[in-house]
């Protein structure tokens, strides 16, 4: 059998695929939901890097109360570094869509382009990875993460406390996989 050449679509996956065949029990509503979802998640990665180009070039947004303005300007004024990955282990980095480190102030931004309920917890699992590669004590520093959605900034001031359980959380979990590593659970 000589089978047709799809070297095309190499690392692609189809939105009907057979690795993902839930589909098969959609009706036309849900097919409809999913797919729009698809599009949509494709959308917030090209929104990502777009704002993220925007604020590395430094090209401000106009001011208006839309979400994609409001991160870069903010990412533009607090001159933030751009998708810096956070690393404490094999087992554990991360990459924050924004993140600077200025005298004793850490600011960790994320830009959420979806319309689903989001957590402050991701970012504070930046916080804390942050603290752990660069060895600064969240009780010694100053703390702010901001959400971006649906033209609002969400702002919080996570509670040394809580990075400091987080960062130990980070400590006894990668040892756990260690050890489980070392016994051939892989």
């Known amino acids: 059998m000589n089978f047709r050449d799809h070297s095309d679509l190499q690392g692609r996956h189809a939105f009907l695929s057979p690795s993902n065949y839930h589909w098969i029990n959609y009706n036309e509503d849900k097919l409809e939901l999913r797919f729009t979802a698809a599009q949509m998640a494709r959308r917030g990665v090209d929104l990502h890097a777009f704002a993220h180009k925007a604020i590395q070039l430094g090209i401000p947004m106009p001011k208006s109360r839309r979400t994609l303005y409001l991160y870069v300007n903010d990412g533009i004024k607090y001159k933030m ?41 991701q970012l504070e699992v930046y916080v804390a990875l942050f603290c752990l590669e660069y060895a600064v004590d969240p009780f010694g520093i100053r703390i702010e993460i901001r ?14 406390e809580r990075i400091a359980f987080i960062m130990d959380r980070i400590i006894t979990h990668d040892r756990q996989i260690e050890l489980l590593k070392e016994r051939g659970l892989r």
């Open 147 to 160: 959400i971006y959605q649906r033209d609002d900034i969400r702002t919080f001031t996570p509670d040394p």
């Open 81 to 121: 570094h751009v998708e810096q990955t956070l690393y404490y282990s094999e087992n554990c980095f991360g990459t924050p869509d924004t993140i600077s480190f200025e005298n004793k102030f850490l600011r960790v931004h994320d830009l959420k382009t979806g319309i689903s309920a989001t957590s402050e917890v």
